[in-house]
């Protein structure tokens, strides 16, 4: 069955220092993967995906995902961190050949002054 | 980029009335819709796959008959809680997919729902 980890539920860092949100998946195929922020009561924005092509994905507000196959690793990290990225980030995968999105349990990113 | 509407954003309603939740494509059609429900501070868990024209297939443990959803256009998905109970209070969104190449999934910005 295909499932992700997001290993971290809580990380907090300072402003303008990096971020790493660690994701792990579990997939017998080769998945999409993707990640999503949360800002309170609000929909999902998507950050970036993976589908296969370009191991190093550049997302948008300056993040960006390693797809890691021998480690089966997704983790996002952004080089400086800005106030405005507090938010809920969820890892997701959809198993090949689905249209089903399986979230993790996500990660809220606090940002201090 | 591709929008999809999601209506109303917030509804309290009595326990035993029904409540419905609008989810539009408003730039794109689109032939499939996902609802999902999220409770506070936890992740959100797929409901039901909404398929223009069709049935809706419910994911395991989801009451079909409570959550009943409707995608009779393109553009379309409803999803109606009946006899609301203090316990359907979450948080709902819904959510389409973008095709093409640079395929996605675009989200609605979510229904708060409280039963009283």
């Known amino acids: 069955a295909q499932s992700v980890t997001q290993l971290d539920s809580h990380v907090s860092v300072s402003e303008g220092t990096p971020v790493l949100l660690r994701c792990n998946y579990s997939?017998?195929?080769?998945?999409?993967l993707f990640w999503y922020v949360q800002h309170p009561n609000k929909g999902l924005q998507l950050l970036l995906k993976y589908t296969s092509a370009a191991t190093l994905v550049k997302g948008i507000n300056g993040f960006e995902a390693e797809f890691k196959k021998s480690e089966t690793s997704f983790h996002l990290t952004k080089p400086s961190a800005h106030m405005s990225d507090a938010a809920e980030y969820f890892c997701?995968?959809?198993?090949?050949?689905?249209?089903?999105?399986?979230f993790g349990t996500g990660t809220r990113l606090q940002v201090f002054p | 980029g591709a929008v999809v509407s999601q209506h109303p954003s917030w509804v309290i309603c009595k326990s035993g009335t029904s409540v419905k939740i609008e989810c539009r494509s408003l730039?794109?059609?689109?032939?499939?819709m996902f609802w999902y429900r999220q409770f506070p501070k936890q992740s959100l868990m797929l409901m039901a796959t909404?398929?223009?024209?069709?049935?809706?297939?419910?994911e395991q443990g989801v009451e079909k008959d409570k959550f009943l959803i409707n995608h009779a256009s393109l553009t379309l998905s409803t999803l109606t809680v009946t006899s609301a109970h203090p316990e359907d209070s979450s948080f709902y969104i819904c959510?389409?997919?973008?095709?093409?190449?640079?395929?996605?999934?675009?989200f609605g910005s979510g229904t708060r729902l409280t039963v009283v």
């Open positions: 909404s398929n223009e024209g069709s049935k809706a297939t419910y």
């Open positions: 997701v995968v959809s198993p090949y050949n689905t249209d089903k999105l399986i």
């Open positions: 959510s389409a997919r973008t095709g093409g190449a640079n395929y996605g999934y675009t």
């Open positions: 730039d794109f059609q689109a032939t499939t």
């Open positions: 997939s017998s195929y080769s998945p999409s």
